[in-house]
């Protein structure tokens, strides 16, 4: 389980996150204004978390993104936060697979993002 803001990772399947990270969940949560919550299939994220992450790591500056596993209703979702909502919009798109967590299906099937 790694802390999302010290290496700017997230863990695979995006577990339950240790006191400590949950405490900077909390932070990033007050922190950063724009948030996109993506459903984590059962058995993980996998290789599209992989690709988020250099995403993040080519399009966002250090300190312009976190990511952590979050509740979400009759689901398990990966939170990725954003100070930029541009940003988060680039990457909404650039994973039209990713099936957000409001139950509506991914960005490609709305087509509207």
């Not at 695979?12 to 007050?30: E, F, G």
């Not at 950063?32 to 690709?51: I, N, Q, Y």
């Not at 966002?60 to 509740?71: I, N, Q, V």
């Not at 990725?80 to 650039?94: E, G, K, N, P, T």
Request: with cysteine.
């Amino acid at each position: 389980m790694i802390n999302a803001l010290a290496g700017r990772r997230c863990s695979r399947n995006v577990p339950a996150m240790v006191s400590h990270s949950i405490r900077q969940a909390r932070r990033d949560d007050l922190a950063f204004p724009v948030r996109v919550k993506v459903r984590v299939p059962e058995h993980g994220l996998g290789k599209s978390l992989d690709r988020m992450t250099v995403w993040l790591r080519e399009n966002a500056s250090a300190k312009g993104y976190a990511c952590h596993s979050s509740p979400g209703v009759a689901c398990s979702t990966a939170a990725f936060y954003f100070c930029d909502i541009d940003l988060a919009q680039r990457f909404v798109r650039s994973f039209p697979e990713a099936e957000l967590a409001d139950g509506t299906g991914s960005a490609k099937s709305r087509n509207e993002i």
